[in-house]
């Protein structure tokens, strides 16, 4: 479920999340940073979901790559659901104890 991430899972994710490997790429290494990019891929999945839902009703898609395309984006957003929730757990948690 999570592998539909791209750019943010097995060594991409390592890149991302490692100061100097990601410095030497160019790409910002912060928490903001990966979740932005994150959210922006949910985003950009979504879209494609809708753009072949809306050619499949035209006629302009076949039936099989709009559902493709519908599979693709709910996968992608049960992952950003997933890591919301998880997130929201952490700063919760993280609220919770003592000073």
Do not use: H
């Amino acid at each position: 479920m999570i592998s539909g991430l791209d750019g943010v899972t097995g060594t991409d994710a390592k890149r991302l999340v490692t100061p100097g490997i990601a410095a030497a790429n160019g790409v910002d290494p912060s928490f903001e940073a990966v979740f932005a990019r994150i959210a922006a891929t949910a985003r950009d999945t979504m879209k494609a979901g809708e753009a072949a839902a809306i050619s499949g009703v035209k006629g302009d898609a076949s039936v099989q790559e709009v559902v493709r395309a519908m599979m693709t984006a709910e996968q992608q957003l049960r992952a950003a659901i997933a890591v919301r929730d998880r997130v929201v757990a952490a700063y919760q948690e993280v609220s919770r104890m003592q000073i």
